[in-house]
Structures are given as structure tokens and as C-alpha cells.
């Protein structure tokens, strides 16, 4: 069995991830807000050639991630304790990411918390920056009027397309929010976009 990495901190601190992390890998996958990263985790085992990133703001959830990986044998994940302003702010690369993962983030359903939402156009526009052209951005919610924000968030920025076959490989993992919203019969919408330019 590996030994369980340190997650990577980024909070506050002022560099590009390339100067810590070798981006030289055939693919590279990035899971925003990972949770205890089982999601992150089968990502790895299906895509071993890949550079996969799980990235938290919960250090407790990082470091479980780190132990799932170690006992399955992935040696190319990195977890990076970050804020997602500022991991798509600076701290990533432009056009360095294949594809991208937002799961089930935060809705903030009360009308006066929605400004708290990560899933702003000013944060999608910089989410896109960072994946290659001809990439792919995942989003899931199990909150209706979640997703036609996320609907009408990404409708506005030219270069995505909606594509579902982005999703094919990973159609059937699930992440722990999910499987528990499933357990509520709660569930869950998958979107899929081709990054265009």
C-alpha cells in the first residue's frame, strides 16, 4: 500500500500550481470540492495515466481523500487544500485542464444566501479558462432551482456546448452527497459541456 500524501496548501498563498506540480501527464482531471474524495478516488483507478486533483476548502476531508488513494494503489492524485476563487483566479494554468468536476456544490436555497453560490458567471467564465480547448465541465445538483441557474449560467458563456457523452466513462460513479441523496430518493441531474475555445 502507498503511503498517504500531505494535501498540497494553497490557501492565501500566491503560485501557480505548475511550479509545484508536474502538469506533464496525458491527462488531467480536477475535482471541485471532492469531499472525502470517492469520487476522486475512482476517477484515478479509471484513468491511472491521468493527473487527477481533488480540490477542498475541509482539510479533514482532504486527508481522507489521501487515505482512499493510498489504499487503492493511485500515485498520481494530488489533493489541494484551496479556495476555488483562487485556485481559478491564479493558482492554475490556463487551458491546463482536460476535464473539470463540480458536484453537488453548496445551492444556497434562501433568495438572500444566493450570492454565496459558487456557480456565478464571473466564476464560470474563470472555470472555463482553465480547461483545454476541447475539454469538458461536469456540474451535478440535486436542487431544481440549482440546476436552472447552472442552465442559465452556462448558456451564457459561448464556449460550452452542452455535450453528455463527456460523461460516458463515469456515468455510473457516484459521489458520497450522491449516494446519500439517492438513499432520500432525491435525484441527482448530471451536465456535460465540450469546451469550445
Not at 492565501?12 to 482531471?29: A, C, Q
Not at 456540474?139 to 440549482?146: A, Q, R, V
Amino acid at each position: 500500500m502507498l503511503e498517504a500524501k500531505k494535501p498540497l496548501e494553497l490557501i492565501g498563498e500566491f503560485k501557480t500550481l505548475d511550479t509545484i506540480i508536474d502538469f506533464n501527464h496525458p491527462r488531467i482531471e480536477l475535482d471541485m470540492g471532492c469531499g472525502k474524495g470517492r469520487f476522486t478516488t475512482e476517477l484515478a483507478k479509471r484513468h491511472p495515466e491521468a493527473l487527477v486533483m481533488g480540490a477542498d476548502i475541509k482539510l479533514d476531508r482532504l486527508r481522507k481523500l489521501n487515505g482512499k488513494a493510498a489504499r487503492a494503489g493511485c500515485e498520481k492524485v494530488e489533493a489541494l487544500h484551496c479556495l476555488g476563487w483562487e485556485l481559478f483566479g491564479f493558482q492554475l494554468p490556463d487551458h491546463s485542464i482536460d476535464r473539470v468536476h463540480i458536484l453537488c456544490p453548496d445551492p444556497w436555497p434562501k433568495k438572500a444566501h444566493r450570492r454565496n453560490r459558487m456557480l456565478s458567471s464571473e466564476f464560470m467564465y474563470r472555470v472555463t479558462r482553465k480547461i483545454k480547448k476541447g475539454g469538458s465541465l461536469h456540474l451535478s445538483t440535486d436542487d431544481l432551482p440549482y440546476l436552472e441557474w447552472m442552465k442559465t449560467v452556462t448558456s451564457q458563456l459561448p464556449c460550452l456546448e452542452p455535450d453528455q457523452e463527456v460523461l460516458a466513462d463515469i456515468a455510473d460513479v457516484q459521489t458520497e452527497f450522491e449516494m446519500n441523496f439517492a438513499s432520500q430518493d432525491k435525484p441527482v441531474t448530471h451536465l456535460g459541456f465540450r469546451v469550445l475555445a
